[in-house]
């Protein structure tokens, strides 16, 4: 099936969950389970604060699991320009330095919009902007172990600084913002195993809202 976008047929989908929890896999999963080049996917860590005019030791400080830390603002404007069918330069971030980076990333509107992060569902001015609504949810030692592969293999961490950080903030985060979101989602999707039933439905429902316009 070809869809155009246009401003009035644009979805916008919130895939929350937390750090390991799998919604990375789940979002990419959607966007090939949705006809080719329709989907547009964003990822909400793009949008972290610029920390460049700190020093090195007091960005590695900072809290990243706090709404704070993330340009939640900036995002929801993307998120009405794309609703209405205009390109955005979507942020990069360098999350070795953390900073944001001086290249950015066009991104074309599309029929349906993928928005994922762990804090996506628990900033009211994305979750008000989303048509649907979703909230991966796995166990919280299979998503540290996860984290921690991630982390090092794709951010350049170490395993003390891994620990220090999940410790730090990574855990108390999680439970004051992102586990009290999971109660905002219309569909909640298991991380740790065969996610395929809530795949078709949030797929089927995507296609659905699509076919009527």
Known sequence: MDVEASPRNILTVGIAGGTGSGKTTFARALRAALPPGSVALIDHDAYYRDLSHLDPDARAAVNFDDPASLESELLAVHLEALRAGRA???PTYDFAQHVRCDATERVEAAPVILVEGILVL????????FDLKLFVDAPT???????IRRDIVERGRTIDGI?????????SMHEAFVAPSRSFADLVVPGDGDFSAALRIAADALLHRLRLG
Request: glycine share 4%; net charge positive.
């Open 163 to 171: 620990a220090q950080q999940y410790l730090g903030s990574v855990r």
């Open 122 to 129: 628990a900033a009211p001015e994305l979750r008000a902007r």
């Open 141 to 147: 030692d299979l998503r540290l172990l996860r984290r």
């Open 88 to 90: 955005i330069d979507k």
